[in-house]
C-alpha cells in the first residue's frame, strides 16, 4: 500500500511540475526604492489623467461626430499637460487618417515631445512611447453592431495603458530639464500613439512618416505598457544585445536587479503578426513595440499583466484579471497591486538612468552594427527552406517504415484471383490483373467424353 502511495504522489508531482513552474513566478515581489521618482508623483499624475479622460476609445468618422471623440479629448489633454514644462516649440501634434481592412475610416493623432541631448555632435535617436487610447466604448465594424473591433468595457483603462501614459509624462518632464538633457547623448521623441487599441495604427504612423534621415538615426523604441503586475518585465530581441544587456546592467546598479528582468522561458506564443509575410511573434511584440521589430532596436516594458505570454504573473494567477475588463479602474488596480505607483517609478527611473548613462549611444551603435536578432527569420526564402527540411524530415520515417512491412510481408500468398469463363471466346472479354479466364472456345466439347477424369485414357468415347 505504502508503495503504491509513494508512486501515486511521484505521478502527482511530476504533473504538477509545469504548474509549479507557471505559478512560481507570480509571488509577490518587493518592490525597490528608486531616488528619482517617487510613487506620490506617479499615483498622482495617473488619477489625475483617469479623472479627465475616462473615455479614450478610439472612434470611427461615423461613430464620433466634432466634439465626442474621446481619443481626441485625451490628445488634447497630453498637448496641454506636455506644453507645461516642454521647451517651446518641442510639443506638436500628428494627426492621421486612418481606413481599416473592413473600410471603416479612423480619425486620430499622435502628442510627440521632442528633446535634444546635450552630449555629441552626432547623436542617435530613440523613441520611448506609450498608448494612450483605451476600450471605454464599443466601436462597431461598418456602424453594425453585432461585428466589433472589440468590446467597450465602460472603464477607464488604469491598467491598460494609463499607468503607461503616466509613467511616460514623468520621465518626459524629468528628461527634459536643462540640467538633465544635457547629460544626454541622444536626442529622444515622447511619443504617445493614438489609436493603440486598434492594429497600433499610431506607433505605425509615426514610423511611416519619419524621414530617410529620421529612420536612419532612430536606434532604440522604447514602449510602456500595462504595468501594474507583480514586477517589470522588459524584451528585447531574441537574441542577446548590446543596448539589453546595457539597460539590464543599469538596472542591477540601481538596486532594480530580479525586479526589472528579461522574460523567463515559460512563454505560450498564442497570436502572431506578420513580419514579411511570415508569421512570427517574439515574446512582447502584441504591443505596439512590434511595429518597430526587425528595422529598429527595441526595449518592450510592461508587467506581464494579462498577457498570454505569461501565465504566472500576479494578476492573471491571481483571483481577478482586472486589464481589458470592466475592473479596470483606478479602484481595482489598487486592488490587484497596492504598489502600482512603486512599479511606474521603477519604470521610469530605470529608462532615465539608462538614457543619462556614459555609454549609452555606443550600446545602441553596437547593437545596430550587430544586426536584429532573428530578424533572419523573417525573410520568405526562409519559409521554403523550413518547409522543405520539415517535409524531408516527416518523409525518412515513412520512407524506413514502408522498407520495414514491405519485408515483413513480401512471403505472403498471391490474392485470390477471380475465375471467369469466356463462354465466346477472349476476344469478348476485358480481363482485369486478377482474373482467370476459362476459354470455353478454344476447348474440344467432345475431346474426353469417356465419363473419366483422364484426357486421354485410351478408351473409347462413349
Known amino acids: 500500500m505504502a508503495k503504491k502511495f ?13 504548474l509549479i513552474a507557471f505559478t512560481g513566478c507570480g509571488a509577490v515581489t518587493e518592490v525597490p526604492e528608486t ?29 464620433a461626430p466634432d466634439g465626442e471623440d474621446g481619443e481626441k479629448k485625451a490628445a488634447d489633454w497630453l498637448q496641454t499637460r506636455l506644453s507645461g514644462f516642454m521647451p517651446e516649440g518641442s510639443v506638436k501634434r500628428q494627426s492621421f487618417d486612418q ?48 461585428y466589433v473591433y472589440f468590446n467597450g468595457t465602460n472603464a477607464e ?28 547623448s541622444v536626442d529622444v521623441d515622447f511619443v504617445f500613439y493614438g489609436m493603440g487599441e486598434i492594429d497600433y495604427a499610431g506607433s505605425g504612423r509615426y514610423i511611416t512618416e519619419l524621414t530617410a534621415n529620421g ?65 512570427y511573434t517574439p515574446p512582447y511584440l502584441v504591443s505596439d513595440a512590434g511595429r518597430y521589430y526587425g528595422n529598429f532596436g527595441i526595449c518592450a516594458m510592461t508587467s506581464a499583466a494579462d498577457s498570454g505570454f505569461f501565465i504566472g504573473d500576479r494578476e ?28 511606474m517609478a ?15 549611444a555606443d550600446a545602441l551603435n553596437a547593437s545596430k552594427a550587430a544586426g536584429r536578432g532573428y530578424a533572419w527569420a523573417t525573410f520568405p526564402l526562409v519559409g521554403y527552406i523550413t518547409v522543405a527540411v520539415l517535409a524531408l524530415g516527416a518523409l525518412v520515417p515513412i520512407v524506413v517504415i514502408v522498407r520495414k512491412y514491405e519485408r515483413k510481408y513480401s512471403e505472403m500468398p498471391d490474392p485470390k484471383k477471380n475465375v471467369k469463363v469466356a463462354v465466346f471466346g477472349m476476344d469478348y472479354e476485358q480481363p482485369k490483373d486478377d482474373d482467370v479466364f476459362l476459354d470455353i472456345k478454344s476447348v474440344d466439347p467432345f475431346e474426353d467424353f469417356d465419363g473419366d477424369d483422364d484426357a486421354d485414357d485410351g478408351q473409347e468415347d462413349k
Open 157 to 184: 483603462g488604469a491598467m491598460d495603458n494609463a499607468t503607461g501614459v503616466a509613467t511616460l509624462v514623468k520621465l518626459a518632464e524629468y528628461l527634459s530639464a536643462e540640467e538633465v538633457s544635457s547629460q544626454m
Open 346 to 360: 521603477v519604470a521610469a527611473e530605470t529608462i532615465a538612468l539608462s538614457v543619462t548613462k556614459d555609454g549609452f
Open 6 to 18: 509513494s508512486l501515486v504522489l511521484l505521478c502527482l508531482t511530476v504533473s504538477l511540475l509545469p
Open 215 to 279: 529612420r536612419q538615426s532612430l536606434l532604440l523604441a522604447i514602449n510602456i505598457d500595462r504595468l501594474g503586475g507583480d514586477r517589470i518585465m522588459t524584451y528585447f530581441d531574441e537574441a542577446p544585445t548590446a543596448h539589453g544587456e546595457f539597460i539590464l546592467n543599469v538596472a542591477e546598479e540601481a538596486g532594480f536587479g530580479g525586479y526589472v528582468a528579461e522574460p523567463a522561458a515559460n512563454q505560450a506564443d498564442y497570436a502572431s503578426r506578420m513580419l514579411d509575410d511570415l508569421p
Open 99 to 146: 481606413t481599416t481592412t473592413y473600410g471603416d475610416a479612423f480619425s486620430s493623432q499622435n502628442i510627440i515631445a521632442s528633446v535634444r541631448g546635450g552630449v555629441g555632435s552626432s547623436r542617435p535617436r530613440i523613441v520611448i512611447g506609450t498608448h494612450y487610447d483605451n476600450r471605454y466604448s464599443t466601436v462597431a465594424v461598418s456602424g453594425n453592431s453585432r
Open 35 to 63: 531616488k528619482i521618482f517617487d510613487e506620490i508623483g506617479m499615483s498622482e499624475t495617473l488619477a489625475e489623467f483617469l479623472d479627465a479622460c475616462p473615455d479614450r476609445t478610439s472612434q470611427t468618422r461615423t461613430a
Open 316 to 343: 492573471t494567477s491571481g483571483s481577478e484579471n482586472i486589464s481589458g475588463t470592466s475592473a479596470d479602474t483606478l479602484d481595482g488596480l489598487k486592488r490587484v497591486n497596492g504598489d502600482y505607483a512603486k512599479q
